[in-house]
């Protein structure tokens, strides 16, 4: 019999947070990447699962975590993870972020530094003022506009479908499946990070970080190892054949990587 996924929610004054767990022991907390949820671990909770406390949370605004009436900031949905974390009674954590995730894990990081123990970054753009231009203007990845034939929905495949593996139409639906049930806050994460002043934060960040990228990413791969050369006590790893849909493409190899770091004493 293989390891229990379970799945829950925690209640705050906003709402509630929804999330998935697997395992126990020292917690690590998985954050997704926009417009996903925690359908995004669905394979890599139950192998981290296996030597810690694997729980993957649906960021505030997503899957089917409440749905906050403004539009949020990173800081907003860092936010979310520490009341998350504190009506779990973590006080202190192991947070691995992708691409959305990842910033709003490096914000955790950087701004409460004695709640988190390690620290992995997968798939992070660095967000500074030449970045944050070069995007402004730009059309949003995974906009649309919502069409009574439904052909907005194909916008959304065609347009994740050259960052994602050949042949995985399947990764492709979840994906599909989470936008819809994100409506009209798809692109919220993305317009969060593409403001964030990561450079006023990089510097923050007191523990040990690994940045991970798949090098078929072209959002993030070439700010790898720059992100990491920001971060003190960081260190990189490229991840062959990686795409934007790393950890679902890869859940075995994604699951390693981390546990290896994990593993590592400090």
């Excluded at 495949?157 to 042949?167: A, D, E, H, L, T």
């Excluded at 993030?220 to 992100?227: E, I, T, V, W």
Aim: charged letters at 25%; one cysteine or more; glycine letters at 8%.
């Amino acid at each position: 019999m293989g390891l229990i996924m379970r799945r829950g929610f925690i209640d705050t004054s906003e709402g509630q947070i929804h999330y998935r767990e697997a395992g126990s022991g020292k917690p690590v907390l998985l954050l997704h990447q926009t417009p996903r949820s925690s359908d995004e671990y669905l394979e890599v909770l139950p192998l981290i699962g296996l030597r810690y406390w694997a729980i993957a949370m649906d960021t505030i605004g997503y899957g089917d975590s409440y749905k906050p009436k403004k539009r949020c900031t990173i800081e907003d949905y860092a936010e979310g993870v520490i009341t998350f974390l504190n009506s779990l009674g973590i006080s202190t954590v192991s947070l691995v972020g992708h691409h959305t995730g990842g910033v709003v894990a490096l914000e955790v990081a950087a701004s409460y530094p004695e709640r988190v123990e390690k620290l992995v970054l997968s798939a992070v753009p660095f967000m500074d003022e030449e970045e944050r231009l070069k995007r402004r203007g730009k059309k949003v990845v995974d906009s649309y506009e919502l069409r009574d034939d439904g052909t907005h929905l194909l916008d959304l495949w065609k347009g994740r479908q050259p960052f994602y593996p050949p042949n995985r139409p399947d990764l492709l639906m979840r994906f599909i499946m989470d936008a819809i049930k994100a409506g009209e806050k798809v692109v919220e994460g993305h317009l969060a990070v593409s403001n964030y002043r990561m450079e006023d934060k990089v510097g923050l960040v007191r523990c040990p970080t690994l940045v991970i990228c798949g090098t078929e990413d072209p959002f993030s791969y070439p700010h790898m190892k720059r992100l990491a050369a920001a971060i003190p006590q960081s260190k990189t790893l490229a991840i062959e054949g990686g795409t934007v849909a790393m950890v679902e493409q890869m859940p075995e190899k994604f699951a390693k990587v981390v546990l290896d770091f994990l593993d590592e004493r400090l």
